[in-house]
């Protein structure tokens, strides 16, 4: 057969495996005249789109896994997913060597264009367990392809869903919430016992954190490029973004601070 990768005559190269030329030419710049910073807004986003598919593959897996009665394999995914979420925050850091001056140079050419629309994000709330279904009323412009993936999030298991079958599979009540709060508790103080439930409710944690300190630094960035203005998009800007600060996946493992 021969070989069909490397240097040694084979047929697949790192560019045709990657599809760099295809992926290189998605970052179509729009403004006129031209605006030199629009190739580093595109590019970041686009990264962040590329990131969040990745997300989604390791949440997806890790809720299954769960669902399945495995608790070691979904810790595993959902540490990735944590130090892919920690580049994200870092990310931004690359946005904010970008003016204000220099985004209003091509501001205007993003209109009625949104990250609120990014359809990859509300994904990965909705499978985290913070489903919304009026997003999907709210959001413009999506393709058929996203509202239906959407839509499938909504109806799907949650991870917390995930979490809460390894508990039972385990003999712990999670219905009321004073009985999961209980078991919870058992949980954090026979971590002997009981460490694959408390290291994955502690991964679960870490998940939810990195999420909102996203979200944190999301503002601050938005703040500083464009202040109070209202958001592309029509949204209502910072004050949108700073009403989603206080979003939570998992209040159980929160509350199960001010109790232990």
Sequence with gaps: MGRSFGEEGGRLTYGSYLRV???LAQQVRMAGPEAHDELLFIT???AYELWFKLLLH???DA???MLAGEGYLPRVRLERCHVVEQLLVQQVDVIDTMTPQDFLAFRTVLAPASGFQ???FREIEFISGLKDPAFLDRLRGLERGEEQRLRRRLAEPTLWDGYLALLQAQGFATEPADALTASLVAIAHDRERHGVLWDLAEALLAHDQACALWRA???LMAERQI???TGTGGSAGS???RSRLEARFYPALWHLRAVL
């Design 63 to 65: 809720r299954d896994r």
């Design 227 to 229: 202040g109070t203005k």
């Design 118 to 120: 990014s359809a990859q």
């Design 217 to 219: 630094r999301h503002v």
């Design 21 to 23: 030329p295809q992926l």
């Design 239 to 241: 004050p949108y973004l």
């Design 58 to 60: 390791e949440l997806e």
């Design 44 to 46: 970041i986003h686009q």
